[in-house]
């Protein structure tokens, strides 16, 4: 059993078990089952807080490769001293298509570097979209160029596999980083500059290889302005050294050094590329099933359990509102008492004349008979 916790457990113990306390005590100094009723009321909700499930069923899922190319295209990678004066770019255009075929049905990534390191191509399983991009890789404009360093992509790959590894925790994260390895900062040569480590990301590698490009002899680079009429297999200037005497034209040669302490620190093999071989040596020792065989692959279902709780508290709540319901007095219309006449004498009886109709007297006492105006008397009656 797991607990899920819909509520933070300090939550759950400082309002619900204050709650609790509470009840129990109310319910111990006062009689019926008023108190007792609500601190059962607190346990289901605690209960339901806390979320408990156990395990339905445990699947075994099948693990996805998701393969990550680290693309260097920094000027250097033009250089002309790959398979018999080709440019270094045209070994990793060929490596990238060849991998992807060699690892059908994986998911893909480009993260490319040159001044600055961006990704290029999110995870898709499109390995049309990876072939696209690959054959279209230049290197970079030459007047935007700032140099190179082989750690510049890594705050981008940290990115990108940490959150692959937060989303899909079960899948096989494979790198293959491609690049000559040379460190210039501007014109003025960083080989002993203070470089970032890649062994913060080993955990997070499963496989993969540092391919390196180019020779000790080194080769030249044509210019680029991003038209087809420059670049490499043209007849653009070369690039120029203007730290030498005379501005030679510039030779860049693979840093093996570079290259495999990155290996080293991710913990994959280091491949020197001098010619577009077979790349089925690269990946022969990655079989995802093995390497997934750590546990990643099962996942477990849960039930939640918490719903008999549900059922009670709702019980709970109708009892609640009946015994409140029943406490409340009704509201019916006062009786008044007929008031009795005012006591007094009775009223004298008067002879009424005849034709004089009788008085009613307030309060409801019998009527009383009109008085007769007296007759006037006459001389002749004295």
Avoid at 47 to 71: G, K
């Amino acid at each position: 059993m797991i607990l899920r916790l819909a509520w933070p457990l300090w939550a759950i113990v400082a309002v619900l078990g204050a709650l609790l306390v509470l009840s129990v005590v109310l319910a111990l100094r006062t009689r019926g089952a008023t108190w007792w009723r609500r601190a059962g009321m607190v346990v289901c909700l605690a209960v339901i807080a806390l979320a408990p499930a156990v395990p339905a069923s445990t699947t075994t899922v099948r693990s996805n490769a998701e393969l990550y190319f680290v693309v260097d295209r920094t000027g250097s990678m033009a250089a002309e001293d790959y398979d018999d004066g080709r440019p270094r770019l045209d070994g990793v255009r060929n490596d990238i298509t060849a991998l992807v075929d060699a690892m059908p049905g994986a998911r893909y990534s480009v993260i490319a570097f040159d001044s600055q390191a961006t990704r290029q191509l999110p995870l898709t399983t499109d390995s049309r979209a990876v072939d696209t991009w690959a054959d279209t890789l230049v290197q970079e404009i030459t007047v935007y160029s700032a140099g190179s360093l082989i750690d510049r992509p890594l705050e981008a790959l940290t990115t990108t596999l940490e959150g692959a590894a937060e989303r899909n925790p079960e899948n096989v994260r494979i790198v293959f980083f491609l690049s000559d390895g040379e460190n210039t900062d501007g014109d003025a040569a960083s080989e002993d500059a203070e470089l970032a480590s890649f062994a913060g990301l080993a955990p997070l590698v499963d496989g993969g290889a540092v391919l390196g490009y180019g020779t000790a002899e080194g080769g030249q680079m044509r210019t680029y302005d991003g038209t087809p009429q420059t670049g490499p297999g043209t007849d653009a200037p070369w690039i120029l050294d203007e730290s030498q005497p005379g501005s030679p034209p510039a030779l860049s040669r693979i840093d093996e050094t570079s290259l495999r302490r990155v290996a080293e620190q991710l913990e994959v093999d280091y491949v020197h590329r001098t010619a577009p071989t077979d790349v089925s040596s690269l990946v022969a020792g990655l079989d995802v099933e093995d390497i997934a065989a750590d546990g990643r692959r099962d996942v477990t279902v849960y039930a939640d359990v918490w719903w008999p709780a549900a059922i009670v508290l709702a019980l709970l709540l109708v009892w609640e509102a009946f015994a409140l319901v029943r406490a409340v007095p009704r509201n019916e219309p006062p009786v008044r008492d007929a008031v009795p006449p005012a006591a007094g004498p009775p009223a004298p009886s008067v002879p009424v004349p005849d034709g004089v109709p009788a008085a009613p007297v307030p309060g409801g006492a019998p009527p009383v008979a009109a008085v007769a105006p007296p007759t006037p008397l006459t001389r002749a009656g004295r």
